[in-house]
């Protein structure tokens, strides 16, 4: 007698045992638009990524324009670019005068919006050896001042007063000057302003209208800001007849000017 139960187990038990090992089921293969080489490739051709790019390519060239052009410190006249001249101007401390017409500017690009003055690293070094070669040389253009005692040659009157007045009115002081053109002697001529009494003032201009200058003579090199030489020449005239300064020669006497100075000793234009 067969017993269905049994008999119905064992088949069953017989079904669910493998007969072999089992086959793995495989995965579905994904689509060629879902690998990632695609799909990166879908990113950076999409519109919004190429303007994204253009736009930030385009804000680092403009940033970069900008810092070469008005924020890069230039360290003396000779690294003042060409394109410069007679169009731009540069801003910097005085920090030392060596005659009536010549001083040396720490170019501070920017002043204080940059930071300079008040932001740690942006101050002008007070140290020799830290100025050396980081400081422009700046001939004052259109005029002349009696010249000191150099190279065995004696001082001409009033030298010493004229390198007196420029100390006292630039030292040590912001001074913003217009380059005009550079010269033999690694300096950079230039038109300078500082600011006095809430007004901005030319510092040539003042100092001709000292009687401590007389308006630049020499047959060539002679160089003035835009518009400049007639009123020049009119602050001469008006501190001769005042006898300013130098110009406070009793009757009768010659005043030797700058420029007789140094066609008599035979000296090049400083």
Known sequence: MRWPG???????????QPSG?????????????QTP???????????QTILAAVALSAAFLGARRVYVSYLRRVPEAKDISR???QKRSILGTVTSVGDGDNFR??????????GWGWLPGRRVPTAKSQLKGQTIHVRLAGIDAPELAHFG??????????????????????????VHQGDQYQRVVGTAYVWKFLGRRDVGLDMLGAGLATVYEAKTGAVFGPGLEPKYREAEAWA??????????????HLETPREYKTRYGSAPP
């Not at 001769?240 to 006497?253: L, S």
């Open 37 to 47: 080489d695609r799909v990166d490739r879908n990113v950076l051709t999409e519109p």
């Open 240 to 253: 001769k007849a005042r006898r300013k300064g130098m110009w406070a020669v009793h009757k009768g006497e």
């Open 153 to 178: 040659k004696p001082a001409q009157p009033y030298g010493q007063e004229a390198l007196n007045w420029l100390r006292a009115y630039v030292l040590h002081r912001r001074v913003r000057v217009y």
């Open 6 to 16: 049994l008999w119905s187990l064992s088949t069953s038990d017989d079904e669910r």
């Open 21 to 33: 090992p089992a086959e793995p089921v495989p995965k579905p293969s994904p689509s060629p638009s």
């Open 105 to 114: 500017l720490y170019h501070t690009p920017g002043g204080r919006l940059a």
């Open 83 to 85: 394109t410069w001249l």
